[in-house]
């Protein structure tokens, strides 16, 4: 990659700031839309069948457009790539709210989807170069600022919610308001671009194989973190008998410690490395599933999931950051990885209750749990690879989480 030929600590820092409030604005997007949905289910006219099969174009639309991101990168230069699809994103917000019908809400769902997808592949993937010039972990802290955007976007629409707030009014000053904030937050992140002559990517580039065993990995991580999420208060409602606002905490005990974890996961990144944090991660997250299944109390529930999303926190973003490096091609890699997660989150709130109505949500945390120790079992393929020749990168031969013997680096800021 060429391009910015700044590359002092000072402006390192300012485009670490920079693709951080860029994370903060694309997961406000989230957070907006999704508080507002039993509006648009209202204005649509929809049951909830109907309005499951509505919420599943997001992520086909996501699946499908992902992996155009590689070219786009290639086209127009990481910074440009970046500015135009975050806008497009932002603003694909005012959309779904404007459906009056089921058919109409598809098409903006499934362009609300394909967006956020091909925003989200090119900011992983200038996160990622960012980090490689830094020398330093930031991918989880990234991601964590992510989860900050979508705590206050969501703040907002629950605002918007009680005050009677028409959705479309809602959403078209938020878009407007994120829209802004993308475009000034972007004029910061690094300006790369491809090498003079380097090949272009094709128009629809599938996953490269080394992206496949780091997706799985993602996989598992996302199938537990959708799970908790959806089903941890039906859990302990219905198999542990307790009140709604007990149940409804422990889906707040999972959010927050996953939160958490994100962003101060960097530090444990750096000191520790890609592979040993994953592995303790789902040490962690079994030890949750297993408390989860095996103690059936209230407290031991809590606890459970707790510990689950503090062991698969940091793993997703690890899982970009190791795509990204993982060959010549770091946007088509990343688009892969996104869409195996994606994927894995679509299809795991459902596989749990077809588990559940086949066995019992007993037995689905149980496959939670397994999928969980996957993480330790599997972590070895987050290993970063060095990439020679990158002046300022730590994957130039250093040790540290960055090399092969995935040993801890001495490397300050």
């Not at 459970?304 to 793993?315: C, Q």
Request: charged letters at 10%; aromatic letters at 6%.
């Amino acid at each position: 990659m060429t391009g910015d030929t700044d590359l002092s600590p000072a402006r390192l820092r300012h485009a670490r700031i920079a693709i951080a409030a860029v994370f903060c604005a694309h997961g406000a997007v989230t957070g907006s839309f999704a508080t507002r949905i039993p509006w648009i289910q209202n204005h649509a006219q929809l049951g909830a069948g109907t309005l499951g099969l509505a919420l599943a174009f997001p992520a086909l639309g996501a699946a499908l457009a992902m992996p155009l991101a590689g070219r786009i990168n290639h086209r127009f230069g990481a910074r440009t790539a970046l500015r135009g699809l975050l806008v497009l994103w932002t603003l694909s917000l005012i959309l779904p709210s404007l459906a009056p019908n089921l058919p109409v809400l598809c098409l903006a769902l499934f362009v609300y989807g394909a967006t956020a997808g091909m925003s989200d592949v090119a900011m992983n993937a200038l996160g990622v170069e960012t980090e490689n010039r830094l020398g330093r972990s930031i991918m989880s802290s990234l991601h964590g600022m992510w989860s900050v955007g979508a705590l206050l976007g969501s703040a907002a629409g629950t605002v918007a919610a009680h005050a009677g707030t028409d959705a479309r009014l809602h959403h078209l000053v938020a878009a407007l308001v994120l829209t802004a904030a993308a475009l000034i937050a972007v004029q910061g992140v690094l300006d790369l671009r491809s090498a003079e002559g380097a090949e272009a990517p094709p128009h629809f580039a599938l996953p490269p194989k080394s992206a496949l065993l780091i997706g799985a990995i993602g996989f598992c991580a996302v199938f537990a973190e959708g799970a908790s999420l959806d089903w941890s208060a039906v859990y302990l409602r219905d198999v542990l008998h307790t009140d709604a606002g007990l149940a409804a905490a422990s889906t707040t005990a999972f959010a927050l410690t996953m939160a958490v974890a994100r962003l101060v996961g960097d530090r444990v990144v750096d000191r520790f490395g890609a592979v040993r944090t994953v592995r303790a991660g789902g040490v962690l997250a079994t030890l949750g599933g297993l408390l989860v299944v095996g103690v059936r109390t209230p407290a031991g529930a809590l606890t459970g999931f707790a510990l689950i999303g503090l062991g698969i926190a940091v793993v997703v973003p690890l899982a970009f950051a190791a795509a990204g490096r993982s060959g010549p091609a770091p946007a088509q890699a990343i688009a892969g990885v996104a869409t195996i997660t994606y994927t894995s989150g679509l299809i795991a709130p459902s596989a749990i209750g077809a588990v559940a109505d086949a066995t019992s949500l007993v037995v689905s945390f149980g496959l939670v749990t397994v999928l969980a120790f996957a993480l330790v079992v599997g972590a070895s393929v987050l290993r970063p690879k060095p990439r020679a020749g990158r002046s300022g990168s730590r994957f130039a031969g250093q040790a540290g989480p960055a090399a092969d013997l995935d040993e801890p680096a001495d490397i300050r800021p």
